[in-house]
Structures are given as C-alpha cells and as structure tokens.
C-alpha cells in the first residue's frame, strides 16, 4: 500500500473513531439525563454504573446490529468485508448477545430500589442475565480460534492486574487514612466491569486489531 | 517475528479469507500474523507450512543470533 493511500486510510479510521466517539458521548448524556429523572439516583455511583452498563449495551447491539445486517455492519466495524461478518456470525452473535446482558446487568443493578419485594425481582432478573451470560460466551468459545483465546488471556490478565492496582491501592490508601471514602459494591462491581472494559480495547490494540483494515 | 506469510499466500493467489478458511482460523488472526502483531502457535505454523509446502524457517523468520545471544 502507498503512503497516500496509508494516509487516506488513516483518516478515514480517524474521522469514523472521532464520530464513534462523539455519539457515544451524547447517547450517554442524553440516556443518564434521562434515566437520572426516571431512576432518581442518590448516588453518583449510581450513574456510574448506569453509564458503563450503556457502554456494553451499546457496543454488544452495534455488533448485534452489524451480524444480523453483514452489508451494514461492514461499514462500521472493523472488517474487510460483509462475507467476514456472516464467517463470524456464530461467534460475534453469542458475544453481542453476552455483552447487551453485561450492560442490562449494570443498568439494573444501578437502577435497583431497596425493599425485600423488589429486590426479590431484582435479584431473579439479575440472575437470569447472570446466567444468559454464561451461557452466551460459551457458545461464542466454542467458535473461538487461537487468536481469540490469545485476546481473552491477555485481557484476562490486563484486567486482574488493573483491579488489583485500582482497588488493591484504593483500600491500602483508605487503610492509612488517605482515602476517606471507601468504594460501595455498585462502584466495585460497576469498577472490574469498567477495567475489563478498557482491558479489552487494550488487549486488541496492542494485537493491531483497532488499526482500520 | 518476520514472516513470509503474505507473500506465499499471495503466491498461491489466496485471499485472506481464503487462507483461514484452509486453516479454521479467523480472517483476524491471518491479518494479525502478516502484519507482525501475533505469532502463530506451533501447530499453526506447521498447518501454514505444510500448506504452502515450504519448511518452517522459510515462512518464519527468527533474527536470533546464536554468537551474540541476541
């Protein structure tokens, strides 16, 4: 490829990463100014939570969209073409499915009241996307191939460590007296989530998998 | 690593896809072998090898220098 081409491509991945992000960030506005009335946080933990569990929603129906529509799916994900979506519909059908069910999670999660009989409710939802997610990334591994694993391994790792440096040196900060406020279990269950996350996106890119095909 | 893996693949006029689908492996992990960003297992290797009919070290290069260690 010739560099004037390199540059086109670079780009083009340039203006599709800052648009991605552009309206992920008002999509995430505009959802937490609206759940923010609906749901009536008291906590901005509680937010917290809510708009990570709209990152994953949002990211597990963008490829969820893009495997049920290869054609127009192959403009915004990172593929050659629409014949590779439909090669991995399997896999990245199941992982949409998993990631939608991790966002639903979080967003119930942030959006739970207290009292014995709603959270009775809470808890049976919580469970059924629990196990929907379980169940769903199995049958996405059964489709893996070594790179994936590879991916899962590093992200894995990247993931165990940032939590252990993120919480681990939180609560040894709170111990000595440095940090007052200590992290609440939505904040620390919204916190690995978040970590694991960025993890990801981590783990891809250092494998070239977010450069532009 | 250095790998020649584009360059037999394309000498046997295959796309990428083409080639994984030879190999059961994903698009995403051919791309991610030619452009250096993941080095294959062993049995892959020896898969690709045997694929294109050409020993290991010619597909894959290793710049290690037995002297130097380096």
Known sequence: ?213 | MENRVKHWREAQGWSQGELARRLGVSRQTINAVETDKYDPSLPLALRMAKLFAVPVDRLFIDHWDLESGK
């Open chain 1, 1 to 213: 490829m010739n560099s004037a081409a390199q540059k086109s491509k670079t780009g083009s991945m340039l203006v599709r990463l800052l648009a991605g992000a552009i309206f992920g960030v008002a999509a995430a506005i505009a959802f937490l100014t609206g759940a923010k009335h609906l749901f009536d946080f008291h906590d901005p933990v509680e937010m917290f939570a809510m708009g990570v569990g709209l990152s994953y929603a949002l990211i597990g129906l963008m490829v969820g969209v893009g495997v049920v529509s290869p054609s127009a799916g192959s403009r915004y994900l990172n593929v050659e073409n629409r014949e590779e979506l439909v090669e991995d519909r399997a896999k990245l059908g199941n992982s949409a499915i998993a990631c939608v069910l991790i966002g639903v999670f979080l967003i119930l999660l942030a959006a739970a009241t207290e009292g014995p009989a709603g959270n009775l409710l809470m808890l049976l939802l919580l469970l059924g996307c629990a196990v929907g997610v379980i169940a769903f990334s199995m049958a996405a591994r059964k489709h893996n191939d070594e790179l994936t694993r590879q991916l899962g391994l590093e992200a894995a790792a990247l993931t165990l460590w940032f939590s252990v440096l993120l919480f681990g040196g939180w609560a040894a900060l709170n111990l000595l007296g440095y940090a007052t406020v200590w992290v609440s279990p939505l904040g620390f269950v919204a916190g690995i989530a978040l970590v694991q996350l960025a993890a990801i996106f981590i783990a891809c890119g250092r494998r070239g998998l977010l450069l532009r095909r």
